[in-house]
Structures are given as C-alpha cells and as structure tokens.
C-alpha cells in the first residue's frame, strides 16, 4: 500500500503547478512600473528640473532694469557762487534715468538655447526611467525564480521523505540498506539550505522592489506566478541599422547638440549691436532749467571686443563636433551591446526548450522507472536515491536556466528601451 501511494505521489509530483502566493496583495510587473514612475524621487528630481528650466524661458526676453542717477552738477568750489544769477553760475541738480535696449535677436536666440535645454532633461529622465524599470525586472525575476525553486524543493523534499519512509520500513525485512538511507536523511538537511537560500534571494528581491517603489522595505505582496520569456527571435534578423536606436540616452546627445547649436548662434549674436537711451533733466541754479537726451550704441565688431564671442562660437563648434563623435560611439556600443545581447538570449532560449523537451523529462522518466522498480522489489533504494536526486537539480538547473533567459531578456529590453 505504502509503495501504491509512493508511486501516486510522484505522478502528482511530475504533474504539479504553482500553487497561489500567500500575500494578499499581487503587484504585476506594469503596476511596479506604474509604482516607480509615481514616486521614485530621481524622476522627480527631473520634473523639477524641466519646471526650472520653463522658469528661465519665461524671463528669456527680459530687459536689464533702467538705471536712474542723481547728481550735483557743475559746483563752484566757491559755493556762494551758487546764489549769483549770472551766466557762469551753471550749478544744478541732475537727474538721469537710463534704459538699454538688448538686441532683439539676441534675446530671441537665448530664449532658443534656454528653451531647448527642456529636451535634454527630458530624454535624460527618460532614460533614468528604463534605468530603474530594469532594475525592478532583474529583482522581479529574482523572486520569480526563488518561488519557483522554493516550490521545487518542498515538493521534492515531501518525496523523498516519503521515500525514506519506505526504506525504513524495508529496512525492516532487510529490503533496504541503512547507508542509503542515512544518505537519504542528509539530502533532506541539505534541502533546508537550499530552502533558506531561496527565501534569503526572495527577501533580498522584496527589498529591492520596494525600495524603488518607495515603500516600507518589509511590505509583503504577492508576484505573478505565470511568467513566460518573451520570443525575441525575430529581432535577430533585425538589420544592424544605428538610426533605429531610438534610445533616450542616444537622443538626449542629439538634445545636447542641438542645445549647443542654439548656444552658438546665441554667442554669435555678440556681433549685433546694443541700443540704450538717457533722458536728463538739470534743475539750474543760475540758468533755465535744462534737459538732454542720449542715443547709445554698443560697437562689439572692433578687434579688442569681438574676440571673445568669436572665440566662443570657435570654441562650441569643436565642441558640437566632439559630441557627434560620443553620439556615434553609443550608436555604435549600443548595436554591439543588442547584438550580443538577442545572441545570448537565442542560445539561452534554445539550451532551457532543451531542458524541457529532453533533458528533464528523461530524468523524470529514470525516476519513474527506478520508482518502479524499487516498488516491485527489484530496485536498488541507493540508486533510486540518486535518480531523485539527479532529477532534481536538473528540475532546479532548469530553473536557474530560466533565471538566466530572463536574465538576458531584462538586458535586451534595457538596451532597446522597451517599455
């Protein structure tokens, strides 16, 4: 009877599913996505650097304050001069009120630069979002994975105690030898390490998710138990064209060069000149009172003035060249990096359909016949002891297997940017 129900129950072993997480909570990959978004404090940093930025293109146009002075003008060093009514008592009170008027041209090229700085920001947020996704896909998996061999083990640990059960019950009627079984009891003690193991990467795994979603690190919640590796296969056919990397790293380069074009035509404007214009009034002493109005313009073309912001539009356009070059060496590592990453993923993907299709299920079946076996009486428990054991860290091999598949994928998908 013990040997029917030994043999029932390693039918229900090779057949098992995932049972339900115990946590009440369940958190799919998209809702920690959705949780990082909302409150992870990197991506607010960006928000408010884009609001700052908004900020400055509001005053872009802005004039410099007008400029008022007061002054007494024309004083005798005799002041009782001051008194006479005669022509050379020209002694007053002067009162100016000064205004430049910036180039138009040069405020709308800075509001330009100012406002382009905005995309920069904005790409660099983005990125620092597929950044963090990819973390929390690494930690998801983790945890996948450990549940899943968490599972594993408990399912082969109530086997083998059962087959060591039988054995001892052998035992008795001298079917069965006790080194195989002492050997029995001490896998069962090396399962409570691989079980602690499983637990410590889960732990280790919630820690991680919940610190990127800005929650309390020990707050439970449950994972989806049905994940699948996505089939990338026909991505590695893909033409190895740079231009379809649409990466936010990549076009934040793209962001910074066109901001640095802005800057130079705004520095370019330093040819164009400036205007400004005083009125005065004098409150005379011995004369009519008085007034003078004052056109001015800045001359920035002579040699010892346009040297700086010639040497400025110089020094941006060296600049502009070096940024092109740091473009088209990502474009470059990041085809390599895609490259080598859906290669990986392939060779990955085609070793774990490997262990479903032939190399578990042959050990499944060495089991079953071993099981057999030792039911009629004709088995060895030693050797059936290793057919367990050989099954299940191939079962457990497979499962890291897995890990590694998603592994690869998480990092194609950062290195592609998928969302």
């Known amino acids: 009877m013990k040997s029917n129900k030994l043999y029932t129950i390693f039918l229900l072993l090779i057949a098992s599913v995932n049972v339900a997480a115990q946590d009440s909570v369940k958190l799919s990959m998209q809702e920690v996505f959705t949780a990082i978004d909302k409150s992870y404090p990197q991506l607010q940093y960006y928000d408010a650097k884009i609001a700052s930025i ?49 180039n138009a041209a040069k405020l709308n090229a800075k509001k330009d630069y100012l406002g382009s700085l905005e995309n920069v920001q904005r790409n660099d947020a983005e990125w620092q979002r597929n950044t963090l996704h990819f973390a929390a896909r690494l930690y998801y998996y983790r945890r996948f994975i450990a549940e899943n061999k968490l599972k594993t083990i408990q399912q082969y640990r109530d086997l083998l105690k059962i087959l060591i059960q039988t054995a001892k019950d052998k035992y008795t009627y001298n079917q069965s030898d006790l080194p195989a079984i002492f050997k029995g009891e001490a896998a069962l003690s090396e399962l409570e390490n691989m079980e602690t193991m499983s637990l410590a990467q889960i732990a280790e795994s919630n820690i991680g998710l919940n610190t990127l979603m800005s929650r309390d690190v020990n707050a439970p919640f449950a994972i989806d138990t049905l994940l699948l590796p996505v089939d990338y296969r026909a991505d590695y056919l893909m033409v190895n064209d740079t231009s379809a990397l649409l990466r936010n790293d990549i076009l934040s380069m793209e962001s910074r060069i066109r901001s640095m074009k802005f800057n130079q035509k705004w520095a370019a404007t330093g040819s164009r000149p400036d205007f400004g214009v005083q009125i005065s009034h004098g409150q005379m002493f011995g004369m ?33 060249d070096a940024m092109r070059k740091e473009k088209s060496t990502m474009q470059l590592m990041a085809t390599q990096m895609v490259r080598e990453k859906i290669t990986m993923l392939l060779y990955e993907t085609r070793q774990l359909d ?47 297997k897995l890990g590694q598949v998603f592994t690869i994928q998480s990092e194609y998908e950062y290195q592609r940017e998928i969302k």
């Open 54 to 102: 908004r900020s400055l293109v509001d005053g872009a146009k802005a004039w410099m304050p007008p400029t008022v002075s007061l002054a007494f003008d024309r004083f005798p060093y005799r002041l009782s001069l001051i008194k006479e009514m005669m022509p050379d008592n020209q002694a007053g009170m002067m009162v100016s009120v000064q205004q430049m008027i910036p």
């Open 288 to 320: 009519p009172n008085q007034f003078s109005i004052m056109g001015m313009m800045t001359i920035p073309i002579v040699p010892w003035s346009s040297k700086m912001y010639k040497s400025d539009v110089r020094s941006m356009e060296f600049e502009i």
């Open 354 to 400: 490997n262990y479903d299709k032939n190399v578990v299920p042959s050990y499944k079946k060495n089991l079953e016949s071993n099981l057999l076996a030792y039911r009629q009486n004709t088995g060895n428990f030693f050797v059936l002891l290793d057919a367990w054991n050989m099954l299940l860290m191939k079962e457990l091999e497979r499962t890291d």
